[in-house]
Protein backbone atom coordinates (compact mmCIF):
# COMPACT_ATOMS: atom_id res chain seq x y z
CA UNK A 1 0.00 0.00 0.00
CA UNK A 2 1.38 3.47 -0.73
CA UNK A 3 2.12 5.38 2.29
CA UNK A 4 2.33 9.23 2.69
CA UNK A 5 3.06 9.70 -1.10
CA UNK A 6 1.25 11.37 -3.50
CA UNK A 7 -0.96 9.88 -5.96
CA UNK A 8 1.19 9.29 -9.17
CA UNK A 9 -0.29 11.14 -12.02
CA UNK A 10 -2.05 9.63 -14.92
CA UNK A 11 -1.31 9.45 -17.93
CA UNK A 12 -3.33 7.70 -20.88
CA UNK A 13 -1.20 6.39 -23.66
CA UNK A 14 -2.84 4.54 -27.24
CA UNK A 15 -1.00 2.28 -29.31
CA UNK A 16 -0.39 -0.88 -30.64
CA UNK A 17 0.91 -4.12 -28.85
CA UNK A 18 4.90 -5.24 -29.26
CA UNK A 19 4.98 -8.97 -28.17
CA UNK A 20 8.89 -8.48 -28.39
CA UNK A 21 8.57 -6.06 -25.66
CA UNK A 22 10.57 -3.54 -26.92
CA UNK A 23 8.12 -0.97 -28.83
CA UNK A 24 5.04 0.65 -28.40
CA UNK A 25 2.44 -0.16 -25.13
CA UNK A 26 5.42 -2.19 -23.35
CA UNK A 27 7.82 0.78 -23.70
CA UNK A 28 5.30 3.45 -22.97
CA UNK A 29 4.09 1.69 -19.63
CA UNK A 30 7.55 1.13 -18.94
CA UNK A 31 9.05 4.78 -18.95
CA UNK A 32 6.15 6.29 -17.33
CA UNK A 33 6.50 3.61 -14.74
CA UNK A 34 9.87 4.68 -14.43
CA UNK A 35 8.93 8.12 -14.34
CA UNK A 36 7.24 7.82 -11.53
CA UNK A 37 3.26 7.99 -13.57
CA UNK A 38 0.55 5.22 -13.95
CA UNK A 39 -0.18 4.35 -17.50
CA UNK A 40 -3.58 3.79 -18.93
CA UNK A 41 -2.99 1.64 -21.99
CA UNK A 42 -5.21 1.76 -25.10
CA UNK A 43 -4.92 -0.68 -27.28
CA UNK A 44 -5.14 0.19 -31.29
CA UNK A 45 -3.39 -2.83 -32.53
CA UNK A 46 -1.72 -6.07 -32.03
CA UNK A 47 1.25 -6.65 -33.94
CA UNK A 48 3.23 -9.21 -34.59
CA UNK A 49 6.91 -8.57 -34.30
CA UNK A 50 10.28 -9.33 -33.10
CA UNK A 51 13.71 -7.47 -32.48
CA UNK A 52 14.35 -8.74 -35.91
CA UNK A 53 10.96 -8.01 -38.33
CA UNK A 54 8.01 -7.14 -37.98
CA UNK A 55 5.42 -9.95 -39.87
CA UNK A 56 1.85 -8.59 -39.49
CA UNK A 57 -0.15 -6.46 -37.36
CA UNK A 58 -4.23 -6.45 -36.83
CA UNK A 59 -5.65 -2.90 -35.93
CA UNK A 60 -8.17 -3.13 -33.41
CA UNK A 61 -12.01 -2.16 -34.40
CA UNK A 62 -12.21 2.20 -34.08
CA UNK A 63 -15.63 1.87 -32.15
CA UNK A 64 -13.61 -0.34 -29.66
CA UNK A 65 -10.64 2.33 -29.32
CA UNK A 66 -13.50 4.85 -28.97
CA UNK A 67 -14.78 2.80 -26.17
CA UNK A 68 -11.97 1.91 -23.72
CA UNK A 69 -10.78 5.36 -24.05
CA UNK A 70 -14.50 6.57 -23.12
CA UNK A 71 -14.23 3.89 -20.11
CA UNK A 72 -10.84 5.39 -19.16
CA UNK A 73 -12.10 9.12 -19.07
CA UNK A 74 -14.98 7.97 -17.42
CA UNK A 75 -12.93 6.96 -14.30
CA UNK A 76 -9.86 8.32 -14.82
CA UNK A 77 -8.49 11.88 -15.24
CA UNK A 78 -5.34 11.34 -17.37
CA UNK A 79 -3.63 15.15 -17.73
CA UNK A 80 -1.90 13.87 -20.47
CA UNK A 81 -2.31 11.78 -23.52
CA UNK A 82 0.05 10.04 -25.42
CA UNK A 83 -0.40 8.77 -28.97
CA UNK A 84 1.88 6.35 -31.04
CA UNK A 85 0.57 3.66 -33.46
CA UNK A 86 -2.87 4.89 -34.60
CA UNK A 87 -2.58 2.41 -37.96
CA UNK A 88 -5.99 4.34 -40.42
CA UNK A 89 -7.92 6.78 -40.54
CA UNK A 90 -10.97 5.89 -38.90
CA UNK A 91 -8.82 4.84 -35.98
CA UNK A 92 -7.22 8.63 -35.79
CA UNK A 93 -10.69 10.28 -36.31
CA UNK A 94 -11.94 9.19 -33.32
CA UNK A 95 -9.09 9.58 -31.08
CA UNK A 96 -9.31 13.24 -32.41
CA UNK A 97 -12.73 13.69 -31.81
CA UNK A 98 -12.58 11.94 -28.08
CA UNK A 99 -9.55 13.87 -27.33
CA UNK A 100 -11.30 17.00 -28.64
CA UNK A 101 -14.01 16.81 -26.01
CA UNK A 102 -11.11 16.89 -23.68
CA UNK A 103 -9.40 20.53 -23.98
CA UNK A 104 -7.81 19.91 -20.34
CA UNK A 105 -5.84 17.08 -21.52
CA UNK A 106 -2.15 17.74 -22.97
CA UNK A 107 -1.58 15.57 -26.05
CA UNK A 108 1.69 14.07 -27.04
CA UNK A 109 1.77 12.88 -30.62
CA UNK A 110 4.43 10.45 -31.79
CA UNK A 111 3.16 10.10 -35.46
CA UNK A 112 4.12 6.35 -35.85
CA UNK A 113 4.47 5.81 -39.52
CA UNK A 114 6.81 3.29 -39.71
CA UNK A 115 8.95 1.33 -37.31
CA UNK A 116 12.81 1.73 -36.62
CA UNK A 117 13.19 -1.27 -39.16
CA UNK A 118 11.04 0.99 -41.45
CA UNK A 119 8.87 -1.20 -41.67
CA UNK A 120 5.09 0.13 -42.74
CA UNK A 121 2.84 0.36 -39.17
CA UNK A 122 0.05 1.96 -41.10
CA UNK A 123 -3.04 1.11 -43.27
CA UNK A 124 -3.07 3.32 -45.96
CA UNK A 125 -1.48 7.10 -45.51
CA UNK A 126 -1.62 8.46 -42.39
CA UNK A 127 -0.20 12.06 -43.02
CA UNK A 128 -3.55 13.77 -44.15
CA UNK A 129 -5.76 12.31 -41.14
CA UNK A 130 -2.87 13.05 -38.74
CA UNK A 131 -2.35 16.96 -39.91
CA UNK A 132 -5.79 17.73 -40.31
CA UNK A 133 -7.75 15.77 -37.21
CA UNK A 134 -4.63 14.83 -34.73
CA UNK A 135 -1.62 18.33 -34.75
CA UNK A 136 -4.68 20.60 -33.84
CA UNK A 137 -5.20 18.96 -30.69
CA UNK A 138 -1.40 18.07 -29.72
CA UNK A 139 1.06 20.29 -27.90
CA UNK A 140 3.52 18.47 -29.23
CA UNK A 141 4.49 16.60 -32.17
CA UNK A 142 7.44 14.09 -31.59
CA UNK A 143 8.77 12.66 -35.66
CA UNK A 144 11.90 11.72 -36.14
CA UNK A 145 13.62 12.90 -39.74
CA UNK A 146 11.80 10.38 -41.78
CA UNK A 147 8.19 11.45 -40.20
CA UNK A 148 9.16 14.82 -40.49
CA UNK A 149 9.79 14.56 -44.21
CA UNK A 150 6.98 12.16 -45.10
CA UNK A 151 4.96 15.01 -43.07
CA UNK A 152 6.27 17.59 -44.69
CA UNK A 153 5.80 16.30 -48.24
CA UNK A 154 9.16 17.27 -48.99
CA UNK A 155 12.95 15.75 -48.57
CA UNK A 156 14.49 18.35 -46.92
CA UNK A 157 16.38 19.42 -43.82
CA UNK A 158 14.98 19.11 -39.86
CA UNK A 159 14.50 23.21 -40.04
CA UNK A 160 12.76 23.10 -43.54
CA UNK A 161 9.91 20.38 -42.45
CA UNK A 162 9.51 22.17 -38.84
CA UNK A 163 8.54 25.17 -41.46
CA UNK A 164 6.00 23.13 -43.48
CA UNK A 165 4.95 21.76 -39.81
CA UNK A 166 4.20 25.42 -38.52
CA UNK A 167 0.14 24.81 -37.14
CA UNK A 168 2.05 22.92 -34.37
CA UNK A 169 4.90 22.70 -32.47
CA UNK A 170 7.36 19.87 -32.88
CA UNK A 171 10.57 18.25 -31.29
CA UNK A 172 12.38 16.84 -34.62
CA UNK A 173 14.84 14.10 -33.72
CA UNK A 174 18.18 13.04 -35.79
CA UNK A 175 18.72 9.85 -35.06
CA UNK A 176 17.75 8.60 -38.57
CA UNK A 177 19.74 11.58 -40.05
CA UNK A 178 23.14 11.11 -41.94
CA UNK A 179 25.28 13.21 -39.20
CA UNK A 180 27.85 11.76 -36.93
CA UNK A 181 26.12 13.30 -33.79
CA UNK A 182 22.46 13.14 -33.24
CA UNK A 183 20.67 16.42 -33.78
CA UNK A 184 17.33 17.05 -31.71
CA UNK A 185 15.58 20.18 -31.89
CA UNK A 186 12.28 21.98 -30.80
CA UNK A 187 10.10 24.23 -33.15
CA UNK A 188 7.32 26.17 -31.93
CA UNK A 189 5.14 26.50 -34.78
CA UNK A 190 8.28 26.42 -37.40
CA UNK A 191 10.55 28.52 -34.90
CA UNK A 192 13.65 26.57 -33.66
CA UNK A 193 13.50 27.14 -29.86
CA UNK A 194 16.23 24.92 -28.88
CA UNK A 195 18.76 22.30 -30.00
CA UNK A 196 20.79 19.07 -28.58
CA UNK A 197 23.11 17.36 -29.69
CA UNK A 198 23.84 14.01 -28.47
CA UNK A 199 26.75 11.19 -29.73
CA UNK A 200 25.54 8.77 -31.84
CA UNK A 201 25.42 5.51 -30.57
CA UNK A 202 26.34 2.39 -32.36
CA UNK A 203 23.67 0.21 -32.00
CA UNK A 204 20.10 0.42 -33.10
CA UNK A 205 17.37 0.44 -30.65
CA UNK A 206 13.80 -0.90 -30.81
CA UNK A 207 11.22 1.03 -29.19
CA UNK A 208 13.46 4.40 -28.80
CA UNK A 209 10.85 6.56 -30.60
CA UNK A 210 8.11 5.57 -27.90
CA UNK A 211 10.12 6.11 -25.08
CA UNK A 212 11.03 9.51 -25.64
CA UNK A 213 7.33 10.00 -26.53
CA UNK A 214 6.20 8.68 -23.29
CA UNK A 215 9.04 10.51 -21.31
CA UNK A 216 7.76 13.87 -22.44
CA UNK A 217 4.55 13.05 -21.30
CA UNK A 218 5.84 12.30 -17.75
CA UNK A 219 7.74 15.33 -17.43
CA UNK A 220 4.46 17.05 -18.73
CA UNK A 221 2.34 15.18 -16.18
CA UNK A 222 4.75 16.22 -13.73
CA UNK A 223 4.20 19.86 -14.21
CA UNK A 224 6.91 20.74 -16.35
CA UNK A 225 7.13 23.35 -19.22
CA UNK A 226 7.83 21.83 -22.40
CA UNK A 227 11.57 22.88 -22.62
CA UNK A 228 12.29 20.96 -19.51
CA UNK A 229 9.89 18.26 -20.54
CA UNK A 230 11.81 17.74 -23.18
CA UNK A 231 15.42 18.12 -21.61
CA UNK A 232 14.33 15.27 -19.13
CA UNK A 233 12.89 12.82 -21.66
CA UNK A 234 16.22 12.92 -23.69
CA UNK A 235 18.04 12.76 -20.91
CA UNK A 236 16.04 9.32 -20.03
CA UNK A 237 16.16 8.14 -23.18
CA UNK A 238 20.08 8.44 -23.57
CA UNK A 239 20.21 6.50 -20.30
CA UNK A 240 17.75 3.72 -21.27
CA UNK A 241 20.03 3.77 -24.43
CA UNK A 242 23.58 3.37 -22.47
CA UNK A 243 21.50 0.33 -20.23
CA UNK A 244 20.29 -1.43 -23.65
CA UNK A 245 20.47 -4.93 -24.17
CA UNK A 246 20.41 -7.02 -27.09
CA UNK A 247 17.68 -9.97 -25.75
CA UNK A 248 17.25 -11.79 -29.41
CA UNK A 249 18.55 -11.21 -32.34
CA UNK A 250 17.88 -7.72 -34.24
CA UNK A 251 17.69 -4.75 -32.49
CA UNK A 252 18.90 -3.92 -29.26
CA UNK A 253 15.69 -2.86 -26.61
CA UNK A 254 16.31 0.47 -24.24
CA UNK A 255 17.04 -0.68 -20.93
CA UNK A 256 14.46 1.43 -19.28
CA UNK A 257 13.93 -0.12 -15.97
CA UNK A 258 17.59 -1.17 -15.79
CA UNK A 259 19.45 2.17 -14.73
CA UNK A 260 19.17 5.10 -11.80
CA UNK A 261 17.00 7.60 -13.99
CA UNK A 262 13.83 6.65 -12.10
CA UNK A 263 11.82 9.57 -10.54
CA UNK A 264 9.31 9.35 -8.28
CA UNK A 265 6.83 11.83 -7.19
N1 LIG B 1 4.43 1.27 -31.87
C1 LIG B 1 4.49 -0.05 -32.13
C2 LIG B 1 3.38 -0.94 -31.71
C3 LIG B 1 5.59 -0.58 -32.77
O1 LIG B 1 5.60 -1.88 -33.02
C4 LIG B 1 6.64 0.29 -33.16
C5 LIG B 1 7.80 -0.25 -33.84
O2 LIG B 1 7.94 -1.42 -34.11
C6 LIG B 1 6.55 1.65 -32.87
C7 LIG B 1 5.44 2.09 -32.22
C8 LIG B 1 7.63 2.62 -33.21
O3 LIG B 1 8.81 2.21 -32.63
P1 LIG B 1 10.09 3.16 -32.48
O4 LIG B 1 10.00 3.78 -31.13
O5 LIG B 1 11.23 2.18 -32.57
O6 LIG B 1 10.02 4.16 -33.56
New binding site residues.
Given amino acids: MRTGKAMPAVVMVI????PSG????C?DIQTLSAMGCHAAPVVT?I?V?NTVE?RS?QSVEASLIEAQMRTVLDDLSPSVVKT??LVNREIISVVSSVLGKHPEIKVIV?P?I????D?R?SEGSLIVPLKKLLFPVASIITP?ILEARLLAGKEAAADDCAALLSECNCMITGTHAESTKVINAYYQRGRKLREWIWPRLKFE????????ASAIAAGVAHGLDMEQALEQAQQFVINSLWAGFRPGHG?HIPGRLCHDDVFTN
Fill in positions: GGMDGAGLAATQLFGMDVNSNNELNYHGSGCTLQ
